[in-house]
């Protein structure tokens, strides 16, 4: 049993189960499946028959105050949607990317997957067998548990560059020992109104839209509150957003130069003297080596690159080094550079020598139940087979983040069978051809080489028509326990039943639970999984019956930790890093043979990279913009979800959309060098007229699904025709937001 922490609670009102108007009423939380990164308190109703009826927002849970997005409304459809998998399946090799599927017990599909499993084991070891998971939100860590207890390193994010959240963690710890997350109260149960709390003056949203991707455990609204309060934004984003519109400052930068825009900015501070002379002089090191790099970029340069006048640049930074406090609410675009890590290391310099770190309302280090960044499990993993991970020896900078192996290097593993062969593959929460990963023929061709896969989803998605040789079908969250931990600020938070699975279907823990019992019982020695919860919430002091009573349960927190040591384990004032402070020049960097300072490089392709292919290549494409009604690849079965966005968008300027022939509506090819694939054109007045930009993870559950046929539409539809393997210095990052295109009318034939 752990040391138990206090962990402060939420008085409700109310029971977790009480009865309303003649249908019974369940408190939980909506993580998934399906889902996203939030975990949003709600309130689930269910009839006398025990069928979900409605969800309603939870008025008394402090993270979302009652507030839901569509998704969460539309549960019920995705519920009891008719192309839901019900039963285990399996089918030959030789029959994948075809509908060929035979139901089967859970026995024969459990048995069949630990022989498989154990035997390939026995002849080639562990290693030879990948463990994926895509945004596994509450099941990603059971995920890496399965993997490393199995005495696999290969836990794998299918994505060039792990180009998701973890090189932003990766770059955190690696410069000053821990994670930074906006103060926007989160982590109190009370609030705004916690006396410890200051509102922060200001708050720099760049590379997201957080109103709608809600990404590190972030509710976007969050903003809006603070806004309200009296907290001033400046937006930096290639499209002028809703809460770009309502900004003190908008910056519409050119996609993929943010760490020139920071560096400039970091040149203008220091050399105006704004910086936190106190701060500086205490908690960092190599600010002079910093200021002779950030010198490189004075403001006409960095206006230059950018596209941004120099007057608001200045104005920019100006504003954020004055504010007494300022967050950084940075997104994934800054992760889809080739070179994130120095553009992430950038972007913190602007908020480290100005001071925002560890202090309230700026940049704050979140508490752990569950600590997120290392998975779960890897206690487990020995040292031998730790220094097996696929892409370790190239990428020591893949010690820090969350421990995946290189998804470039699994490619050409897969491709070459060097190091050593992979045999076989555990798809989780994941839909890597439509979603995550890049070139999708090459993607699909080189998993074929796997002797053996099995896909765990509640829906067949074109990653599992193609590949899967065994799907397992799992429960959505009403039908399941489970628990809300996991990124941003954690919180102890149950997900609670409330009807019967449907069909056959188990829950993701469950699966994890009753494999891994089966290929590593030492790893999992609970009998349920209800059992496994109440393991994990032992700090806590709570089972996780009475936590379900109790919950949301909250992690003690402190500000100004660096000044009390408790960020270093030796319990001394400072940072984890080898000079006890924030590291501007950094150490690990320095080991890794990487450039110890943030710098800036131009994209490629792109205008200042490859100024020769923009005749046949002239706009910048950027890819991912986030869709209210879906997150990722999932909702696009679901009726009224996506009804609200039926289609795959471009949206491009007007004048853009007259130059090239084209109009609000029409399909068109995205082409560039790689690749081509369909949009429909929004004319919209927000985009540079040099810019356009994608949603992704595009699939059309209606249409024909085996290969042949074009796999549910989605090599028609797939961004990642465009997008090539190719990852930065460090193993993290890829140019997934900064592409050159052309884009031409779809022939009448074709649409």
Not at 297 to 315: Q, V
Not at 523 to 546: H, K, Q, R
Request: some cysteine.
């Amino acid at each position: 049993m752990e040391d138990k922490r206090e962990y402060a609670l939420v008085e409700h009102e109310k029971p977790f189960r009480y009865d309303e108007d003649g249908l019974h009423v369940t408190r939980g939380s909506a993580w998934s499946g399906p889902g996203c990164h939030l975990g949003c308190g709600l309130l689930m109703y269910t009839d006398d028959e025990g069928r979900l009826v409605k969800v309603e927002g939870d008025p008394e849970n402090p993270f979302n105050e009652g507030r839901l997005c569509c998704r969460c409304l539309a549960l019920p459809e995705v519920v009891y949607h008719e192309d839901r998998i019900l039963y285990p399946m399996k089918r030959a090799k030789e029959d994948r990317g075809k509908d060929r599927w035979e139901r089967i017990s859970w026995e024969e599909a459990l048995d069949t997957i630990a022989t498989t499993f154990l035997d390939l084991k026995e002849k080639y070891g562990p290693e030879c067998i990948a463990f994926y998971s895509g945004t596994g939100r509450d099941i990603g860590q059971y995920i890496t548990r399965l993997s490393w207890g199995f005495g696999s390193p290969n836990f794998v994010f299918a994505m060039s560059g792990q180009s998701c959240y973890s090189p932003r963690v990766a770059g955190c710890f690696a410069n000053t020992g821990a994670f930074w997350l906006g103060d926007y109260s989160q982590q109190f149960p009370d609030r705004y109104d916690n006396p410890n709390w200051v509102l922060p003056e200001c708050i720099v949203v760049w590379g997201n839209n957080p109103l709608v991707s809600n990404s590190d455990g972030l509710y976007g609204h969050w903003i809006v509150d603070c806004m309200k309060r009296g907290s001033k934004l400046v937006t930096i984003d290639p499209r002028l957003t809703w809460l770009g519109a309502k900004s003190e400052h908008f910056l519409q930068i050119r996609p993929g130069t943010d760490a020139a825009l920071a560096l400039g900015m970091i040149d203008y501070i220091i050399k105006e003297d704004l910086y936190d002379h106190e701060f500086v002089d205490l908690w960092c090191y190599g600010f002079d080596e910093l200021a002779e790099r950030a010198a490189e970029f004075p403001l006409g340069k960095t206006s230059e690159i950018t596209w941004i006048p120099e007057e608001d640049i200045a104005a920019v930074a100006r504003f954020i080094a004055e504010a007494n406090n300022a967050i950084l609410q940075w997104g994934v675009a800054i992760d889809q550079t080739k070179e994130t890590i120095p553009t992430a290391q950038a972007l913190l310099a602007v908020f480290e020598i100005t001071g925002n770190i560890d202090k309230p309302g700026a940049m704050v280090n979140p508490p752990s139940i569950l600590y997120y960044a290392a998975g779960w499990g890897s206690e487990f993993l020995t040292e031998e087979q730790y220094n097996k991970r696929i892409g370790l020896p190239e990428y020591p900078l893949l010690n820090l983040g969350f421990q995946e192996c290189a998804t470039d290097e699994l490619i050409k593993t897969l491709e070459t069978g060097k190091p050593y062969k992979l045999r076989a593959a555990w798809l989780q929460t994941t839909n890597i051809l439509a979603c995550t990963s890049p070139d999708p023929e090459r993607t699909l061709a080189a998993h074929n080489n796997y002797d053996f896969i099995v896909c765990v989803d509640l829906f067949m998605t074109p990653t599992a028509m193609a590949l899967a040789d065994i799907f397992l079908p799992a429960t959505t969250f009403p039908e399941r326990n489970g628990l809300r931990i996991g990124d941003g600020m954690q919180r102890g938070e149950t997900i609670n039943q409330v009807i019967e699975p449907l069909g056959e279907c188990k829950s993701d823990m469950e699966i994890d639970l009753e494999i891994g019992k089966r290929i590593s019982p030492d790893v999992w020695p609970w009998d349920t999984v209800e059992d496994m919860y109440t393991s994990i919430l032992a700090e806590t002091g709570y089972n996780f019956e009475e936590m379900q009573e109790v919950a949301p349960g909250f992690p003690p927190f402190e500000y100004n930790m660096h000044e009390k040591g408790t960020l270093r384990e030796d319990g001394q004032p400072g940072f984890q890093t080898p000079t006890g402070r924030i590291e501007l020049w950094s150490h690990y960097y320095n080991h890794a043979d990487l450039d110890p300072l943030p710098y800036f490089e131009e994209p490629s392709p792109g205008p200042g990279a490859t100024p020769e292919l923009l005749d046949e290549y002239p706009l910048v494409l950027t890819t991912g913009a986030r869709i209210w009604s879906m997150f990722h690849s999932e909702h696009r079965q679901i009726p009224h979800l996506r009804a609200l966005h039926p289609d795959a968008i471009i949206q491009v300027n007007p004048k853009t959309a007259a130059k090239y022939g084209v109009k609000d509506g029409d399909w068109v090819w995205v082409e560039n060098q790689r690749g081509r694939c369909k949009r429909r054109v929004v004319e919209t007045p927000v985009m540079d007229e040099r810019v356009c930009s994608t949603d992704h993870a595009w699939w059309l559950p209606e249409a024909p699904g085996e290969l042949e046929d074009g796999l549910y539409g989605m090599f028609d539809l797939d961004i990642g025709n465009l997008i090539e393997y190719k990852c930065g210095k460090s193993g993290f990052g890829a140019n997934y937001k900064t592409l050159l295109c052309k884009i031409y009318r779809v022939d009448e034939g074709e649409e």
